[in-house]
Structure formats: structure tokens, C-alpha cells
T-cell receptor, first 115, second 115 residues
């Protein structure tokens, strides 16, 4: 069964430093997509970055990069040069090609950026 | 930009009431979803729809129903609200094509309290 695990309920990082948010997943489908979403205190969910299971390169979007290790089934989010506005909940999510368009989410990691 | 609009930001209802949560998207997306978000549990899928009048159960459909009479509108119905349905409800939409790499676009959420 598909499953997403985020083992860090909360993380602290100093402003301007890099931080890695962990995500591991479980699936038997060879075709799947991995997503990261950000949820600020305002509540809206914001799509950050996507990695496909067949992508050879790690995805990058500005200060966000995804450290994809397929054999270990991990898809960690790296945020470089953290900013105060990065303080938020971060969710890792997965959709399988055979999952009926269903996206499942991890429990989330709350990131606190310190000035 | 895709806009997903949820009709209420906050709702307070009494136990046993029938509750309607409305969601409208303006980008002609085929797929629409209802999730509930609870601390420590992440987002859990209640129902989704991939076409008008079509619906599929998610992981936690009990106590809920949905309606999709028009492509842009997806309603979540709590037939008889109970206190354990107090939660944040998030509506989302996505494209049908390229299914597993299409990100979700979320509304701002409805925080429902059942007393």
C-alpha cells in the first residue's frame, strides 16, 4: 500500500542557512510522482516542487531542490538560504499512476526559521 | 492562475445538522478532491471526482457525501454533523491529463467546528 512518512514533526533553522526536510515513501507502482507543498499559517496549500519516478535529475525550483534517492525511496526537500517567510508546514505527497488520481500526504513537518 | 474558492473560511455548526461545504474552481479542471486536515495526520482524502456526476470514495468517506452537478463545482455534505468531524477541510483540483504529475491546486480551506 502506498504510504508517505515524514519523521520530523518540527524543525528549526537559522535564517540564511540550508535545511533538509525528510520524506520516505512506499509504493509498488513503478510510475509515480512526488510532490512537496507548503502551508503557511494563512492555511493555503502551495505547490513547491515535483519529481517523477523516471526523472534522472533531481528537481529544482529556485531555492527548493528535491534530493531523490529512488533505491532508498526517499524524496527529501532541501531549502537553501532560508528566509523568515519559509516558516510553515511542509507536506510531502505522492500520486501513483494506478492510484485513480489519488494523492496521499505525509503528516507534515513544521519548519521554524529563526532570525 | 488557477483559483479554487471555498465558500466559507470558518463554520460553526451543531451536532446533527446537515452541513454543506462548497468549492468552485475556474480553470476547467476535470479532477476535484475533498481532504480533511488534522494535526499529526496530514491530509486524508474523503472523496474525489474525475467528471461531472462521477465520484469516488477516498480513504475516509464515512459520514460524508459529495455532489458534482457542474464541472467547476464540487460540494461536500456532512449528512449529520458530529463532533469528530471538527476539522480543516481542503478542496483541491487538478488536470486529468498526465495524471500522476499534475499537482493539486488548493482552496484556502474551511475550518469547521461542530459543537
Amino acid at each position: 500500500a502506498q504510504k508517505i512518512t515524514q519523521t520530523q514533526p518540527g524543525m528549526f533553522v537559522q535564517e540564511k542557512e540550508a535545511v533538509t526536510l525528510d520524506c520516505t515513501y512506499d509504493t509498488s507502482d513503478p510510475s509515480y510522482g512526488l510532490f512537496w507543498y507548503k502551508q503557511p499559517s494563512s492555511g493555503e496549500m502551495i505547490f513547491l516542487i515535483y519529481q517523477g519516478s523516471y526523472d534522472q535529475q533531481n528537481a529544482t525550483e529556485g531555492r527548493y531542490s528535491l534530493n531523490f534517492q529512488k533505491a532508498r525511496k526517499s524524496a527529501n526537500l532541501v531549502i537553501s538560504a532560508s528566509q523568515l517567510g519559509d516558516s510553515a508546514m511542509y507536506f510531502c505527497a505522492m500520486r501513483e499512476s494506478t492510484g485513480g488520481f489519488k494523492t496521499i500526504f505525509g503528516a507534515g513537518t513544521r519548519l521554524f526559521v529563526k532570525a | 492562475d488557477v483559483k479554487v474558492t471555498q465558500s466559507s473560511r470558518y463554520l460553526v455548526k451543531r451536532t446533527g445538522e446537515k452541513v454543506f461545504l462548497e468549492c468552485v474552481q475556474d480553470m476547467d479542471h476535470e479532477n476535484m478532491f475533498w481532504y480533511r486536515q488534522d494535526p499529526g495526520l496530514g491530509l486524508r482524502l474523503i472523496y474525489f471526482s474525475y467528471d461531472v456526476k462521477m465520484k469516488e470514495k477516498g480513504d475516509i468517506p464515512e459520514g460524508y457525501s459529495v455532489s458534482r452537478e457542474k464541472k467547476e463545482r464540487f460540494s461536500l455534505i456532512l449528512e449529520s454533523a458530529s463532533t469528530n468531524q471538527t476539522s480543516m477541510y481542503l478542496c483541491a483540483s487538478s488536470l486529468l491529463g498526465q495524471a500522476y504529475n499534475s499537482p493539486l491546486h488548493f482552496g484556502n480551506g474551511t475550518r469547521l467546528t461542530v459543537t
